[in-house]
T-cell receptor, first 111, second 116 residues
Framework: GNSVTQMEGPVTLSEEAFLTINCTYT??????LFWYVQYPGEGLQLLLK?????DKGSNKGFEATYRKETTSFHLEKGSVQVSDSAVYFC??????????FGTGTRLTVIP | GAVVSQHPSWVICKSGTSVKIECRSL??????MFWYRQFPKQSLMLMAT?????????EQGVEKDKFLINHASLTLSTLTVTSAHPEDSSFYIC????????????FGEGSRLTVL
């Protein structure tokens, strides 16, 4: 079946620290992989995506590389800011419609 | 980006009553909208796919008579939780795909339902 496992939070970091949020997946076929972010009081927003192996998605300083050999799509950022505080969801999509989400990881960045 | 709005953002109701949650695409048309449910510390689980002008497609294990979905226009889908019970308390999230877009989904901010 299809599933996504991401590291449990919450994660608390100081400003300018390095961020890694781990995400691994199980899927039939060749999924597309996504990271969504949910800021307080807002809906989920697409942060970045990768549609095939070895692709790297990037946006707003965040990066994630689609690793087929390790079935992973870890999210990284070299220097986090207070404004990055949010909940981050890893997700995969195998068909036209359904997204399978991880449980979400809450990130809090302190000044 | 495109905006999807849900209303109400939170609601408290008594057991046995029905609650309607609206999902609107504000600046685009969506033939397909999706309803998710999220339990604390768990993933978003797809409940149903809402198609404009036709019956919704429910995921396995979701009671269609319990969770009524109506997608009456290209910008509005509603989820009605009928005869709500405390176990229906949850966070409900909708998403919509732009009619002219190839894939990106836009999400509402979610609606928290608490049934007393």
């Amino acid at each position: 079946g299809n599933s996504v496992t991401q590291m449990e939070g919450p994660v608390t970091l100081s400003e300018e620290a390095f961020l890694t949020i781990n995400c691994t997946y199980t899927a039939t076929g060749y999924p597309s992989l996504f990271w969504y972010v949910q800021y307080p009081g807002e809906g989920l927003q697409l942060l970045l995506k990768a549609t095939k192996a070895d692709d790297k998605g990037s946006n707003k300083g965040f990066e994630a590389t689609y690793r087929k050999e390790t079935t992973s799509f870890h999210l990284e950022k070299g220097s986090v800011q207070v404004s990055d505080s949010a909940v981050y969801f890893c997700a995969l999509q195998t068909g036209a419609n359904n997204l399978f989400f991880g449980t979400g990881t809450r990130l809090t960045v302190i000044p | 980006g495109a905006v999807v709005s849900q209303h109400p953002s939170w609601v408290i109701c008594k057991s046995g009553t029905s609650v309607k949650i609206e999902c609107r695409s504000l600046d685009f048309q969506a033939t397909t909208m999706f309803w998710y449910r999220q339990f604390p510390k768990q993933s978003l689980m797809l409940m149903a796919t809402s198609n404009e002008g036709s019956k919704a497609t429910y995921e396995q294990g979701v009671e269609k008579d319990k969770f009524l979905i109506n997608h009456a226009s290209l910008t509005l889908s509603t989820l009605t939780v009928t005869s709500a019970h405390p176990e229906d308390s949850s966070f409900y999230i909708c998403s919509a795909r732009d009619l002219t877009d190839t894939g990106e989904l836009f999400f509402g901010e979610g609606s928290r339902l608490t049934v007393l």
